[in-house]
C-alpha cells in the first residue's frame, strides 16, 4: 500500500530510496510499546535475531527488544532510532531502514509495517536487488502476520 504522508519513513523515500509500506488490521487497541515488543519477540523475527548473532556476531533477548519498546534504549540488535512519536519509530542501519506505525480505530488498531532499501548503483547486481526485495516482500508479510496473531492471541 502507499506509504503515509505522515510516515517518519517518508524522510528516505524522498532522499531516493526504495520503500514499502504494508499494513494489517486487529480487532484490539494497542499501544506502540505493544507493537514493538511483539514484533520483535516473534518466533519469526527471533530466527531473524539468530542469524545476525551467528553472521554479524549481534546477539540480542527478549529483554532488550522490551527496552526498545518501553523507550528506555534507543538501540536494537544493530539497529539505532533514527526517529520515534506515540504512534511510529524508524530505526536505522546503514543503508537500509525499518518502520513500524499504529493507527487507532475504534476497537481496533491499524498495524504499518515498512522499510527501506538504498541501492548503491542500480546496473550493479540489479538481478541479486530483485530478488532481495522479492524475498523481503514475502518475508514482511509473514512477520507481520505473525505479529497480528502474538497480539491477539
Known amino acids: 500500500m502507499p506509504l503515509p504522508e505522515h510516515a517518519l519513513l517518508q524522510s528516505r523515500r524522498v532522499a531516493g530510496a526504495f ?23 516473534t518466533p ?49 542501519v546503514g543503508r537500509t531502514a525499518t518502520w513500524l506505525m499504529i493507527e487507532p480505530a475504534p476497537g481496533a488498531t491499524v498495524l504499518y509495517l515498512g522499510s527501506s532499501i538504498e541501492q548503491r548503483d542500480a546496473n550493479r547486481g540489479a538481478w541479486r536487488y530483485r530478488a532481495l526485495l522479492r524475498f523481503h516482500d514475502l518475508y514482511s508479510r509473514v512477520l507481520l502476520r505473525a505479529t497480528a496473531r502474538r497480539l491477539v492471541g
Not at 19 to 41: E, P, Q, V
Not at 48 to 62: N, P
Open 44 to 92: 519469526v523475527f527471533r530466527l531473524e535475531r539468530r542469524i545476525i548473532a551467528r553472521v554479524l556476531g549481534h546477539a540480542s533477548t527478549d529483554a532488550q527488544a522490551l527496552a526498545l519498546a518501553d523507550g528506555r534504549s534507543d538501540r536494537f540488535v544493530v539497529w539505532v532510532t533514527e526517529a520515534r512519536d506515540s504512534k511510529q519509530i524508524l530505526l536505522g
Open 19 to 41: 520503500t514499502d509500506c504494508y499494513a494489517l488490521r486487529i480487532g484490539r487497541t494497542i499501544t506502540l510499546a505493544d507493537y514493538i515488543a511483539a514484533f520483535f519477540t
